[in-house]
Every structure is written in C-alpha cells, then in structure tokens.
C-alpha cells in the first residue's frame, strides 16, 4: 500500500518516521500492538511511503502510524506524537487445481457505520474504495463545523480502518463525511463521555 500524510503544521520538521504493525485478527485498539520503525523519510518534503513488504495473501492486517522529527536547537530533536492510526488487510487466496491463485475482492464506494457507537473516546470508521484517487474522511460537529480530519490525500483502492480519538472533545453527536472522487457518503455518530 502507499501512505501519504499531510505535513506536520511545524516549521521545525527535519524529517516523518512510519511505524507498522502487523496482526492475524482485526484490532479495536490499535495502540496494543508493537510498532517497529519501518521507514525514515529522506527530507520534510517527502509525505509518502510505499510498503513493498506486505504478504498478499497472508490475510494478516497491517497498521501504521507516521511521526515527524522536529528540530529544536540547541536541545536534541523532539518525536512528535503520532499520528491517527490507518491499517490494511493482506488479500486471502483461493486454492486452484494445481497451484495458489489471487482471490482478487471487486470493492466499491462504501463508509461503514462507526463501531462501537456510541463511543468513548475511541472509535473505528471503515470505507472502501472502489478505485484509486484522492480522498477525505473529515468528523463535523452536529453544527457543520469541521473539527478533525482523519484522511487527506490519495488512496489506492482497497478497504481501510481509521481510528478516530474524541478525547478533547464534548459529548455529543457528530457527522462523519467520506469523499472520493464523485462518491460522498455522510452518517452520524455519538460520543458519550
């Protein structure tokens, strides 16, 4: 899969670090896994990582998250906290007369219903994509102002799990809204503190 990732709103960014995770069932909180460091970009303009390792076929799920590396002098450099969580699943095979072939899954536009909802603070938002391209997966308050986005930029296509934090939010309803070249699709969710 490749990551892409908006820049760190700091002028201080030197370089983003990406970090993976990998497990045989679907997490509902991904902050449990181990992380190992799986990429260091070049330079702080560079806001893309392709993962050429994942075992297609393997069924296993991938999570990531990126950092960015801020630049303080004189003291040493500062990691700062880590980005939402994103994560993808490896395809399954089929078994064939005499050897393994792709299952290959036809996706289409889809956004999941959140779960669990309600939630405190943490919740899980699926979608699927039914082509590559450029994509946004934003949270609005119940009075249409934009409070987070969990996704900005291009996604190849494929199904995709985002953790949303309301931890520094009130309690109340709010919209989730997905966009994807001409498909949008909106739904609510509850946040109970």
């Known amino acids: 899969p490749r990551l892409v990732w908006a820049a760190h709103p700091s002028f201080s960014t030197s370089f983003y670090k990406v970090y993976r995770a990998v497990s045989n069932t679907p997490v509902s909180d991904p902050s449990t896994l181990t992380?190992?460091?799986?990429?260091?970009?070049?330079?702080?303009?560079?806001?893309?990582?392709?993962?050429?390792?994942?075992?297609?076929?393997?069924?296993?799920?991938?999570?990531?998250?990126v950092t960015a590396n801020l630049v303080r002098t004189p003291k040493p450099p500062l990691e700062s906290d880590r980005s939402n969580y994103t994560s993808i699943r490896g395809g399954m095979y089929k078994k064939g007369n005499t050897e393994e072939e792709p299952l290959t899954k036809n996706f289409s536009f889809s956004l999941d219903q959140n779960y669990p909802n309600p939630f405190n603070p943490v919740t899980s938002i699926k979608y699927q994509l039914q082509k590559n391209g450029t994509v946004t997966l934003k949270i609005f308050d119940i009075l249409g102002n934009e409070v987070k986005t969990l996704v900005s930029g291009f996604k190849e296509k494929g199904e995709y799990t985002v953790q949303f934090d309301a931890s520094l939010l009130p309690s109340g309803m709010y919209v989730y809204q997905l966009r994807a070249d001409e498909y949008t699709s909106t739904k609510k969710m509850l946040l109970l503190k």
């Open 35 to 65: 992380y190992e460091l799986r990429y260091t970009s070049p330079d702080a303009s560079t806001f893309s990582f392709t993962d050429n390792e994942i075992m297609i076929g393997s069924g296993q799920y991938f999570y990531y998250y």
